[in-house]
């Protein structure tokens, strides 16, 4: 979409300041920093999906708006944002942000864009989270939905997080 790549960015650096200034919180104080994020930019041109997930200890609280996920990954997969609102998206100046929260335990958390999640398999996608180098893993699922010609039929980005082997 056009202008998409930039209100990614300006989502991203608002997030950043956010979480720097407060600590994980509740899932709803993320739903209302995505919906004044959606107010704010629905001057600027451009939107954007986004997922945010604050992870302490073992809980995650988080919340999300557009057509990204938030996945738990163990024999299964639960998906946080499986109540998500698609459209619109973050920057039109109606954005429905929803709110998470779960604990990890021993699961993997992965934050994905559509570019995955709408194009690899979601078989393939749990398999692959479930690596045990995350930088590997990480990599592997950049490239799922890669085409022969090396393309990728949309932007990818991911995010994989587990608790350190021997801790909690």
Do not use: H
């Amino acid at each position: 979409m056009s202008g998409g790549a930039d209100a990614a960015d300006r989502a991203v650096r608002l997030v950043t300041e956010y979480a720097n200034e407060k600590a994980a919180g509740e899932a709803e104080d993320w739903v209302s920093l995505i919906a004044r994020i959606d107010a704010n930019a629905a001057d600027a041109s451009g939107q954007c999906a986004l997922v945010i997930a604050a992870v302490t200890e073992d809980a995650i609280v988080g919340a999300s708006a557009g057509d990204c996920g938030a996945w738990l990954i163990a024999d299964g997969i639960a998906e946080l944002t499986g109540q998500q609102v698609r459209k619109p998206l973050v920057g039109s100046g109606s954005a429905v942000p929803i709110p998470f929260n779960s604990t990890l335990g021993r699961r993997t958390l992965l934050l994905a864009s559509d570019g995955l999640l709408k194009y690899a398999p979601r078989k393939a996608i749990a398999n692959v989270a479930r690596r045990d180098d995350l930088d590997v893993a990480v990599r592997e699922l950049i490239d799922l939905p890669r085409l022969p010609s090396g393309d990728v039929p949309d932007d990818v980005a991911v995010v994989l997080c587990r608790k350190r082997a021997g801790s909690g």
